[in-house]
């Protein structure tokens, strides 16, 4: 039987290599040339401004208030929102350590300063697909209507959408 939920879990598939590159980035600090680090960095920037943070924006608006709903319990989500907020401020970590990078080797504060965050973003992600995808979406699957689930997705994907056209 397909999950109602199949969208944002093929969503959440799609996404999960980048969280495989983020941990390679960081595993080559130390090991590469800077200029093969400055283009990891500058890719995994990318991926999280322009898709992950998106779709974080998107859960917020649209997920997880009929999270909060089916629990009844609006504050159901906050560590989820919370998740979030980290997330971003780790994105922003890393785009200022990337402004700081020269062009010859990194300082041993700068790698340990670049895997922490790196290492860090990695972590959070995985468990917060984990959670959404063990808790959340079985929620969702046992008690929306195909009707509702439909409404859900469009929604998160106009927000998505809003999130993304923001960024031009």
């Known amino acids: 039987m397909t999950q109602l939920t199949q969208s944002l879990r093929e969503e959440h598939r799609e996404l999960l290599p980048h969280l495989t590159q983020i ?3 960081a595993d080559t600090i130390g090991t590469v040339p800077i200029a093969s680090i400055r283009q990891g960095i500058d890719d995994i920037s990318a ?3 322009h898709q992950l943070l998106p779709h974080a924006q998107a859960e917020e608006r649209a997920l997880y208030p009929v999270v909060g709903r089916l629990m009844d319990a609006p504050e159901a ?3 989820m929102s919370r998740d979030h907020v ?3 401020r780790l994105t922003e970590q890393l785009g200022e350590l990337r402004s700081r990078l020269g062009n010859e080797t990194l ?3 700068q790698e ?3 895997r922490r965050v790196l290492y860090g973003l990695s972590a959070l992600v995985a468990v917060h697909f984990a ?3 063990e808790i959340y979406l079985p929620l969702l699957d046992a008690r929306l209507s195909p009707h509702e689930t439909t409404s ?3 929604t998160m994907e106009m927000a998505a959408h809003e999130a993304k056209s923001a960024l031009k």
């Open 77 to 79: 989500t906050a560590t």
């Open 23 to 25: 941990q390679a980035i």
């Open 107 to 109: 300082e041993m504060s």
């Open 47 to 49: 991926f999280l401004t």
């Open 152 to 154: 859900l997705f469009a």
């Open 131 to 133: 959670k959404e995808e």
């Open 86 to 88: 980290e997330i971003t």
């Open 112 to 114: 340990h300063a670049l």
